[in-house]
């Protein structure tokens, strides 16, 4: 994948970002992972402290695709660890964003996949299985639906209702 600039994509594409469909995510997100810039369709995923549907969802065929987490913003435990990065990774996501925590920083900066989170946590989730798939989700303030692109790289993280030309 070609390197993406956010920077540059605001700055080309103003008319879309006074429509709101180029957003901005709020810069609250830690950067980890190998790859730095990534980007790709977005798959929504909403849950709280229980990450059952987080490894279900990263076990399946990534294609290139961005699992986007709101975990309500909890930092009580981790959404994501080690291995679920490397399932990622062997399947082909793209990255992950977790509006959460993460653990196992270590191996997931070695992980060739994007991952933005609010932090780390040692603790792991609940194994419960409650959550919403492929929903709108609220994070910061930024509605962002299922099939919505995203993009990150080290200034930030755009949604965009449609991809972009790179």
């Known amino acids: 994948m070609a390197a ?8 080309s594409n103003i008319a879309l970002l006074v429509s709101g469909d180029l957003r901005a995510l709020e ?4 950067i980890y992972g190998h790859r730095r810039s990534f980007s790709g369709p977005i798959v929504t995923l909403k849950v709280f402290e229980d990450n059952v549907l987080v490894r279900q969802l990263l076990e399946t065929r990534g ?7 709101d975990g309500g913003g909890s930092t009580r435990c981790a959404l994501v660890g080690g291995n679920l990065a490397q399932s990622a990774q062997n399947m082909g996501w793209a990255g992950i964003v ?23 946590n040692p603790l792991k ?3 419960k299985a409650v ?11 930024t509605l962002i639906r ?4 995203l993009y990150a790289d080290s ?7 449609l991809e972009l030309s790179i």
Do not use: M, Y
């Open 125 to 127: 989730s609940n194994k």
């Open 146 to 149: 299922d099939g919505e692109w």
């Open 98 to 120: 977790v509006n959460g925590c993460i653990r196992d920083v270590d191996e997931i900066n070695a992980c060739d996949i994007g991952v933005r989170a609010l932090g780390s």
């Open 131 to 141: 959550g919403d798939k492929h929903v709108p989700i609220c994070i910061a303030g």
């Open 155 to 161: 200034d930030g993280i755009l949604i965009s209702k």
């Open 27 to 30: 810069p609250i997100f830690k």
């Open 63 to 69: 294609e290139g695709r961005v699992l986007l987490i």
């Open 4 to 11: 993406f600039a956010t920077a540059e994509a605001c700055d």
